[in-house]
């Protein structure tokens, strides 16, 4: 977990875009992290809508047990989700080479995915997790000024913003108040880029997604941890008695929720909780899973009380605003994150 150093696989991975002169009516986009989970499934909505992608990312893996599994699934991710697709190999803290980037590439949008996307990591490289969150999107912001071509910024926050629920489903409104490192960075990100906004008239848009599961995670969320624990006949831990709830969002949901406020004039300057819109317990999640491993064994332990107790957000705003509809169940998403597993054995 402790190593961050990034994969060096950039120059196979690097192509030019084919057919790149757009209608008028078709956007631009670059997206910064748009290697990852939840990037790559974006840059297949916006394609496959016919809009220009180009991604620019690290390709950072923050865990080290996980290696070669990231290396396996970012092919996967690049070759059946982004073919073609141009990428710009470099890091959002390189003013450089981040400004060089925009101004070859002219984006109208951009989409900024570029952090350490994970609590647990977060606190435990503190410092890392604030120089990437924070100096690495005052870089961002600072490129974005020094162009006129940038109309809009959707930033991916999160939501242990709002720190344990006190109500749900929590709605944009819930009051934020971070207990961690990932919570804190995200908030203060959502402060940086409205009084960016303010103070440059670029347009933002802010996103708060939870607990997105799916195929080609390696970020090792508790999702995750139970699918591959039941791959590998392993029991599943589920702290506090199986009873913590979250927000369990298939990627290709969380992909069409960004793709919408992305495109949507009317989420300028909006803040939006993107989600399935259920709580479901680890419990229900280890019951539907016991559906394809009969065999499944769960231990309990004590709850961890580092993490917010959180639970259903409240979609509305999206459904009412940008036409936002989650398709997956925790079911149908399981099902699909099965198959394509059992189709991807390595
Ligand atoms: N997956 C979730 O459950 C979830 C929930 C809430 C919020 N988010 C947020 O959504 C965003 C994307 O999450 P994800 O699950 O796709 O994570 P991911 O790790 O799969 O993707 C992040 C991408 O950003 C890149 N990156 C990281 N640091 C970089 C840097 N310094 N410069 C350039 N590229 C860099 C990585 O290489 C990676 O491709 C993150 O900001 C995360 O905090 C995710």
Redesign the pocket.
């Known amino acids: 977990m402790e190593n961050i150093s990034?994969?060096q696989i950039k120059p196979e991975l690097k192509t030019e875009q084919p057919g790149s002169e757009g209608n008028g009516q078709k956007q631009k986009i670059m997206i910064?992290?748009?290697?990852?989970?939840?990037?790559?499934?974006i840059t297949k909505k916006l394609t496959d809508l016919g809009h220009e992608v180009v991604i620019?990312?690290?390709?950072?893996?923050?865990i080290e047990s996980e290696r070669d599994k990231y290396v396996f699934y970012?092919k996967r991710r690049l070759k059946e989700l982004c073919p073609g697709i141009k990428i710009v190999y470099?890091?959002?803290?390189?003013d450089v080479n981040l400004l060089k980037a925009l101004q070859e590439n002219r984006p109208d949008t951009i989409i900024?995915?570029?952090?350490?996307?994970?609590a647990t990591v977060s606190n435990k490289l503190s410092s890392e997790a604030l120089?990437?969150?924070i100096n690495?999107l005052t870089s961002l912001i600072k490129a974005i000024g020094s162009v006129d071509f940038v109309k809009r910024l959707v930033y991916?926050?999160?939501?242990?913003v709002y720190g344990h629920f006190k109500y749900a489903p929590a709605d944009e409104n819930h009051p934020t108040n971070p207990i961690d490192v990932?919570g804190g960075t995200?908030l203060a990100g959502e402060d940086i880029i409205k009084g960016f906004g303010t103070r440059f008239g670029i347009d933002y848009t802010i996103?708060?997604?939870?607990?997105?599961?799916g195929p080609?995670?390696?970020?090792l969320?508790v999702?995750q941890i139970f699918v591959d624990n039941a791959f590998n006949g392993r029991d599943l831990i589920m702290e506090g008695g199986g009873e913590a709830c979250l927000d369990f969002?298939y990627?290709d949901d969380?992909a069409q929720g960004f793709t919408l406020a992305a495109l949507s004039p009317k989420a300028k300057n909006e803040v939006f909780n993107i989600t399935r819109g259920e709580g479901r317990t680890l419990k229900e999640l280890s019951d539907i899973l016991r559906q394809y491993f009969p065999n499944l064994k769960t231990i309990i332990k004590p709850a961890d009380q580092t993490r917010p107790k959180r639970g259903a957000l409240d979609i509305t705003k999206a459904r009412k605003i940008l036409g936002y509809e989650p398709k997956y169940s925790l079911e149908d998403g399981i099902k699909e994150y099965v198959a394509y597993i059992k189709n991807h054995q390595e």
């Open positions: 990034p994969i910064i992290g748009g290697a990852g989970l939840i990037g790559s499934r620019y990312d690290k390709f950072y893996n923050f970012l470099g890091d959002i803290r390189d900024h995915l570029a952090q350490i996307p994970l120089d990437i969150n690495g991916s926050s999160s939501s242990f990932y995200k996103i708060r997604p939870s607990a997105v599961y080609t995670d390696v970020n969320r999702s969002t990627v969380i």
